[in-house]
């Protein structure tokens, strides 16, 4: 019996990295929250009074799709750029990291430099969170 199986082209597979600084003016006075599952963060002091600065360091990935696609020659700094959405109680970071089947985003560094005044919260996303993620 001869039985026979596919074989894919994996030359279609693609893993680009990129890097943005990202500046924000805060209020020292209200809470700065950073949600993303950026494993690796450092937090350092700024010494300009209102401004936040975000080193990002990210990878879009697709590995082991089966289907053709478009290789991407960089990440688009709207990828790698936080969502900022400010309300009452401070300012909320949001990364747009996503894992979809064979598809990421996925932020390898960041380093946040925060006004010494400036309370920083990371809220840690978990790789379970990022499948099928979408961030407006």
Not at 18 to 35: A, F, H, Y
């Amino acid at each position: 019996m001869i039985s026979g199986c596919a074989i894919f082209d994996s030359s279609d597979d693609f893993a680009v990295t990129g890097k943005i600084t990202q500046s924000i003016t805060i209020e020292n006075d209200l809470p700065v929250v950073i949600r993303c599952y950026c494993e690796n963060r450092t937090i350092n002091m700024n010494p300009n009074e209102n401004i936040l600065e975000l080193e990002i360091t990210g990878t879009h990935a697709s590995v082991g799709y089966h289907g053709e696609q478009e290789k991407p020659e960089f990440i688009s700094p709207g990828l790698l750029r936080f969502v900022e959405k400010r309300n009452s109680e401070g300012l909320i970071l949001e990364s747009r990291e996503y894992t979809y089947i064979h598809h990421a985003y996925i932020i390898n560094s960041l380093q946040i430099s925060a006004p010494a005044e400036t309370e920083v919260r990371v809220m840690p996303l978990s790789l379970e969170e990022l499948e099928g993620r979408t961030v407006e």
